[in-house]
């Protein structure tokens, strides 16, 4: 069962654009929501992460708009560079008896063109 | 300091070959899980660990998938009588007991020819 739906599959943006990334989730037990970045042979890497009682956290260039009612959030990746070309990851989790366990969207390729 | 670290980085293992990878966990994380990554695919949740005791294995594919951690620290997942479909990244993550943050190693790539 796919809980966390995650488009586009793909994404190419040139240097200094916005990259824009969607997730979508069926859980309503869901309280923790974080993005990876995962570069070729690495482990995915935590770039930001948002609970449900807030709409929006920004950290540097990238920010998570989130929005409970639809359950739905999106990354978006500010002034975007050649070196932020990775798959991209949304998750999330429940607490309680989840104990962090992470549900995974399918993955973002972002390329960024110089 | 050291981050997660997981052996081998890559193993090819011929079907019906048994394997074992190894995680070792940032020092002090008490809690451990294990994922699959399928090529092109996000990391599936395979088992978790809280220090020794296995919590949860509800992801293990196939009775074939065996993991432990019988001190609380290092972890290894075993799989007997390997298949083509075994065939992906492993991957190991850490984290502090209560923490939603989790530190992923680099993964075991896993070739079953």
């Known amino acids: 069962q796919q809980q966390v739906k995650q488009s586009p599959q793909s994404l190419i943006v040139q240097k200094g654009g916005i990259s824009i990334i969607n997730c979508a989730y069926e859980?309503?037990?869901?309280?923790?929501f974080p993005w990876y970045q995962q570069f070729p042979g690495k482990g995915p890497a935590l770039l930001i992460a948002?609970?449900?009682?807030?709409s929006e956290k920004k950290e540097g260039r990238f920010t998570i708009s989130f929005n409970k009612s639809a359950k739905q959030f999106s990354l978006h990746i500010m002034d975007s560079q050649p070196g932020d070309s990775a798959t991209y990851f949304c998750?999330?989790?429940?607490?309680?008896?989840?104990?962090?366990?992470?549900?995974f969207g399918q993955g973002t390729i972002l390329t960024v063109h110089p | 300091g050291a981050g997660v670290s997981q052996s081998p980085r890559y193993k090819v293992a011929k079907r019906g070959q048994d394997v074992a990878l190894r995680c070792d966990p940032i020092?002090?994380?008490?809690?451990l899980f294990w994922y699959q990554q399928a090529l092109g695919q996000g990391p599936e949740f395979l088992t978790y660990?809280?220090?020794?005791?296995?919590?949860?294995k509800s992801g293990l594919p196939s009775d074939r998938f065996f993991a432990e951690r019988p001190e609380g620290s290092v972890s290894t997942l075993k799989i007997q009588r390997t298949q083509q479909e075994d065939s992906a990244v492993y991957l190991c993550?850490?984290?502090?007991?209560?923490?939603?943050?989790?530190?992923f190693g680099p993964g075991t790539r896993l070739t079953v020819l």
């Open positions: 993550a850490s984290s502090l007991a209560g923490a939603n943050e989790q530190f």
């Open positions: 859980n309503t037990a869901f309280d923790y």
């Open positions: 948002i609970r449900p009682d807030v």
């Open positions: 998750a999330a989790t429940a607490g309680g008896t989840s104990y962090g366990k992470l549900t």
């Open positions: 020092s002090g994380h008490v809690s």
């Open positions: 660990f809280q220090n020794e005791a296995q919590l949860d």
